[in-house]
């Protein structure tokens, strides 16, 4: 089911689009096995979801719907080609509409192996059209929509909409990272790039010029750059499944500053709208459950939370967190409340036996409360 929950009130949860329903909601012709990870437009109007359909001959195995929440009608804007399965259980694609809401990339899965990379017109003018295929692959809009970077394999490169599908190729050989981070003005993307063993942080302009160092890096990083320029957290990845990240850092993108988080190694970490806060998703000793601990600019820890055991989808999030967090919101507009999806301890029943739930993490108040059950929910970027 794709619900709505409106945190006006005490979290009123209206059902939006129902698969349990007699009709398939116009124009399918058939009911969906099951709707998966929605995306909200950045106008907060529209919501993509993703349809997991019940097996037929000839009939696509996931579409791509755009529910429009003021006309409560939505319309067909992609559909898988024939043969072609979704990325995994329960995950038909992934989503990334672009920041000006008229476009969305679509990730999904390429025969006979490997993925592609579709651009959709968000208003379903179209068919998608391929822009890149191979394994991995991820990609980054820039903040005024007009380019992608694009990392596929070990290629770093650029696609100007204008001239889409084609890319200019900066580099090659690029394996120490996954995304790419834009500078919130759009001028400047940070990567790591290495000179023999020594891996820094740099800083490149769209015309694929590095334009300087910000700080040592290493041979394997993840990164995301605060809303506000200032700062940019980067991490070490480790060796080893599931992963993890050490050595958490906020970096000054002014100047030379380095401040070394006292956090332990991390699973993601994302920054707040306001640029206030950072959450950083630290595992247990078990590795089975995950919590939330929040650190202010200066590095300092303000807030620790309970711990979850993490729903499949949040897993999902949180392997891929980087890429996650430029289209999937945790934090509230405000800044004020995080998401988590999973299972905790209640009236000492084991977390295995209770259905997954959706938690709001309170920063102000420390408090934790469940608003709606489900696997995964992401915030409307509207703070009213």
């Given at each position: 089911?794709?619900?709505?929950a409106?945190?006006?009130?005490?979290?009123?949860?209206?059902?939006l689009?129902?698969?349990?329903?007699?009709?398939?909601?116009?124009?399918?012709?058939?009911?969906?096995?099951?709707?998966?990870?929605p995306?909200?437009?950045?106008?907060?109007?529209?919501i993509?979801?993703?349809?997991i359909?019940?097996?037929?001959?000839?009939?696509?195995?996931?579409?791509?719907?755009?529910?429009?929440?003021k006309?409560?009608?939505?319309?067909?804007?992609?559909?898988?080609?024939?043969?072609?399965?979704?990325?995994?259980p329960?995950?038909?694609?992934?989503?990334?509409?672009?920041?000006?809401?008229?476009?969305?990339?679509?990730?999904?899965?390429?025969?006979?192996?490997?993925?592609?990379?579709?651009?959709?017109?968000?208003?379903?003018?179209?068919?998608?059209?391929?822009?890149?295929?191979?394994?991995?692959?991820?990609s980054?809009?820039?903040?005024?929509s007009?380019?992608?970077?694009?990392?596929?394999?070990?290629?770093?490169?650029?696609?100007?909409?204008?001239?889409?599908?084609?890319?200019?190729?900066f580099?090659?050989?690029?394996?120490?990272?996954?995304?790419?981070?834009w500078s919130?003005?759009?001028?400047?993307?940070?990567?790591?790039?290495?000179?023999?063993?020594?891996?820094?942080?740099?800083?490149?302009?769209?015309?694929?010029?590095?334009?300087?160092?910000?700080?040592?890096?290493?041979?394997?990083a993840?990164f995301?750059?605060?809303?506000d320029?200032?700062?940019?957290?980067?991490?070490?990845?480790?060796?080893?499944?599931?992963?993890r990240?050490?050595?958490?850092?906020?970096v000054?993108?002014?100047?030379?500053?380095?401040?070394?988080?006292?956090?332990?190694?991390?699973?993601?970490f994302v920054?707040s709208?306001?640029?206030?806060h950072?959450?950083?998703?630290?595992?247990?000793?078990?590795?089975?459950?995950?919590?939330?601990?929040?650190?202010?600019r200066?590095?300092?820890?303000?807030?620790?939370?309970?711990?979850?055991?993490?729903?499949?989808?949040?897993s999902?999030?949180?392997?891929?967190?980087?890429?996650?967090?430029?289209?999937h919101?945790?934090?509230?507009?405000?800044?004020?409340?995080?998401?988590g999806?999973?299972?905790?301890?209640?009236?000492?029943?084991?977390?295995?036996?209770?259905p997954?739930?959706?938690y709001?993490?309170?920063?102000?108040?420390?408090?934790v409360?469940?608003?709606?059950?489900?696997?995964?929910?992401?915030?409307?970027?509207?703070?009213?």
């Open positions: 089911m794709l619900a709505a409106d945190d006006d009130g005490g979290f009123a949860t209206v059902s689009l129902d698969p349990e329903a007699d009709d398939p909601p116009a124009p399918l012709l058939v009911r969906p096995a099951s709707y998966a990870w995306a909200w437009s950045a106008d907060g109007r529209n993509f979801v993703s349809t359909e019940t097996p037929r001959s000839g009939q696509p195995a996931a579409r791509l719907l755009r529910y429009d929440l006309g409560k009608a939505f319309n067909v804007i992609y559909e898988n080609p024939a043969g072609i399965s979704g990325m995994g329960g995950l038909p694609h992934y989503l990334n509409p672009s920041p000006d809401g008229r476009h969305v990339l679509v990730l999904t899965q390429a025969a006979p192996s490997g993925l592609a990379l579709f651009f959709v017109d968000a208003a379903g003018r179209g068919p998608g059209s391929p822009v890149a295929r191979g394994a991995p692959l991820f980054a809009w820039s903040p005024t007009d380019a992608v970077l694009l990392h596929v394999g070990g290629e770093l490169s650029l696609m100007e909409l204008a001239s889409a599908p084609s890319a200019e190729v580099a090659t050989n690029h394996v120490g990272y996954r995304v790419p981070a919130p003005d759009g001028r400047h993307f940070a990567v790591t790039s290495g000179d023999g063993r020594n891996y820094s942080l740099v800083l490149y302009d769209r015309g694929g010029h590095v334009t300087g160092s910000l700080a040592p890096s290493w041979s394997s993840v995301a750059w605060s809303p320029g200032e700062l940019i957290a980067q991490a070490q990845a480790r060796r080893g499944q599931p992963q990240f050490g050595d958490l850092q906020l000054g993108t002014g100047g030379r500053s380095v401040r070394h988080l006292k956090v332990g190694d991390c699973c993601a920054w709208p306001t640029s206030e950072l959450a950083v998703l630290v595992p247990d000793s078990s590795g089975q459950r995950v919590s939330w601990t929040v650190v202010d200066a590095g300092h820890i303000i807030r620790r939370f309970s711990a979850i055991q993490p729903s499949t989808e949040f999902v999030f949180t392997a891929f967190f980087d890429q996650y967090l430029l289209s919101a945790l934090w509230s507009a405000d800044g004020a409340g995080l998401l999806f999973g299972r905790m301890p209640y009236d000492s029943m084991p977390p295995e036996l209770l997954s739930s959706i709001l993490f309170d920063v102000a108040s420390g408090q409360q469940s608003v709606a059950p489900g696997s995964v929910a992401f915030w409307s970027p509207r703070t009213g």
